[in-house]
């Protein structure tokens, strides 16, 4: 398309913005719009990759997209270990290695007998509980994930999960300012498990 | 029915010591998520939300109930809470270190429906720079009079943001 003529105008273009565009739109406009952010398309948590482990230890996912707000949730998650929560580490060299120092926690958990407790560290290998850890139960778990593709700050994670009667929720940070371009859900004793993840990133976060 | 979140608005400021995020509710979502996306804070000091009325004028009534789980990676959680306040006062601390700010996002319910109360819960995972640690919080508040809320104003004690960006959508 001739450049005096873009969004159906000749001469001056029309601003575009999220939910204020204006004009006739060729394939290569919505693209180019959908790049800058500037496209109006409602439904803003996208789907980056959902993965399901039938077997292992690790589930990686090394597409991140492009987002300063990731989300994550777990279903049907379940281990025959005991001790044997589901962990992330996160890397930054696309997955060819995670790392398993500078992560530090604190959580609640609670239980529907009455026993609620407190768990933090600041020395740990992993964000350590996106599930909780006990055997042959089914847990659900969702994450957010803030700033992980920051060079200049701290990856930040706030968490909530719930496993029959227990339930926790709790935040964690990878103490350190880099990119992060991939991350894993894993146990650390290396111990089975199976079920299903997904992983969303929010747009125009 | 398909089940998403609907980007409404981003609001940014730069040098200011809050920011409005105005004519943001509407009937067209009960539920909102809203995330601060960059908090860079000139010095330490409380996360703190209003809302705005039907005008966008801030509220500052002794109207809003709030309380906080402090979960600290180094010590002992403790417990925040207060009511009849004229803002939430508290829902998370600021580092003064832009490198350690921190992951922000919260639900809010009912804003736009006049004959109900308005609801919220947030959740932050940040630094805190007393304790050299990470600090979490996790949030409930309310502001307590049934009228029709407009928006929310963001500030931490008078304390200059340089950024601050906050994006909010709406749950369908």
Redesign the interface.
């Known amino acids: 398309m001739a450049d005096d003529l873009k969004y159906g105008y000749k001469g001056a273009e029309p601003t575009q913005s999220f939910g204020n565009n204006t004009g006739v739109f060729d394939p290569n406009d919505i693209n180019n719009l959908i790049a800058d952010n500037k496209w109006t398309s409602f439904g803003q948590l996208e789907l980056i990759e959902t993965q399901t482990i039938s077997s292992g230890s690790t589930l990686d996912f090394t597409d991140l997209g492009s987002y300063n707000v990731l989300f994550a949730t777990g279903n049907n998650i379940e281990t025959a270990s005991s001790n044997t929560p589901v962990s992330i580490r996160v890397s930054n060299d696309g997955g060819s290695t995670f790392k398993a120092n500078n992560y530090r926690y604190a959580l609640q958990s609670g239980t529907t007998s009455g026993s609620f407790n407190e768990a933090r560290s600041t020395s740990t290998t992993s964000m350590p509980y996106f599930t909780s850890d006990s055997p042959n139960k089914n847990r659900g778990a969702y994450c957010y994930m803030y700033n992980l593709q920051d060079s200049a700050r701290y990856s930040f994670f706030t968490h909530q999960s719930i496993e029959e009667a227990n339930m926790m929720f709790g935040s964690a940070v990878y103490a350190v300012a880099e990119t992060i371009n991939a991350i894993r859900f894993l146990t650390t004793n290396s111990n089975a498990w199976t079920g299903t993840i997904s992983l969303y990133g929010i747009r125009y976060s | 029915m398909?089940t998403?979140?609907?980007?409404i608005?981003?609001a940014s400021g730069t040098g200011v010591t809050f920011i409005d995020v105005t004519d943001l509710f509407s009937a067209d979502y009960d539920v909102y998520f809203w995330?601060v996306?960059?908090a860079d804070v000139s010095g330490i000091d409380n996360m703190e939300i209003y809302v705005l009325d039907s005008t966008n004028t801030v509220i500052t009534d002794s109207e809003y109930d709030w309380a906080s789980?402090n979960?600290?990676?180094?010590?002992?959680?403790t417990e925040s809470k207060n009511t009849n306040r004229p803002k939430v006062d508290f829902y998370g601390k600021y580092s003064a270190t832009?490198?350690?700010?921190?992951?922000?996002?919260g639900y809010i319910f009912n804003p736009y429906n006049s004959s109900s109360y308005t609801f919220g819960t947030i959740?932050?995972?940040?630094?805190d720079d007393g304790q050299g640690?990470?600090?979490?919080?996790?949030s409930i508040w309310v502001h307590k009079n049934a009228e029709q809320i407009n928006g929310i104003r963001l500030s931490a004690q008078g304390k200059t943001f340089s950024p601050i960006e906050v994006?909010i959508?709406g749950v369908?």
């Open positions: 398909a998403n979140l609907e980007f608005k981003s995330t996306t960059k789980l979960m600290f990676a180094n010590t002992s959680f832009a490198s350690k700010n921190t992951g922000v996002s959740q932050v995972s940040g630094w640690s990470l600090r979490g919080n996790k994006s959508f369908k």
